[in-house]
């Protein structure tokens, strides 16, 4: 079971960027899958998730309107597109799959680095 995320990268304040994070987890439409971000000195937090079975959304209040979580079922991948991104958007971004009902992200990936500069 292994999670890559990529996309990452400088955007300025105002920019997009879409996360893509490919996952080889058997049966992709039984994973709901969330993104999370790291910034320095700071726990990790949620940002976003898209559930397993009706594909439903959930966001952070922090991107709300501003993020957009989606899955592709027949690349087994899921996107995070970030639009009117803001310097404090800056952090590593780390995408991790749910197994249907199960409470616990595991696994995670590698994480990918987003910067946003004024």
């Known amino acids: 079971v292994q999670l890559q995320a990529s996309g990452g990268g400088l955007v300025q304040a105002g920019g997009s960027l879409r996360l893509s994070c490919a996952a080889s987890?058997?049966?992709?439409?039984?994973?709901?899958m969330g993104w999370f971000r790291q910034a320095p000195g700071k726990e990790r937090e949620f940002v976003a998730a898209?559930?397993?079975?009706?594909?439903?959304?959930t966001y952070a209040d922090s991107v709300k309107g501003r993020f957009t979580v989606s899955r592709d079922s027949a690349n087994n991948t899921v996107y995070l597109q970030m639009n009117s991104l803001k310097p404090e958007d800056t952090a590593v971004y780390y995408c991790?799959?749910?197994?249907?009902?199960?409470?616990?992200?595991?696994?995670w990936g590698q994480g990918t680095l987003v910067t946003v500069s004024s």
């Open positions: 898209i559930s397993w079975s009706a594909g439903s959304t």
């Open positions: 991790a799959a749910k197994y249907r009902y199960s409470s616990e992200y595991r696994p």
């Open positions: 987890v058997g049966t992709f439409s039984n994973w709901s």
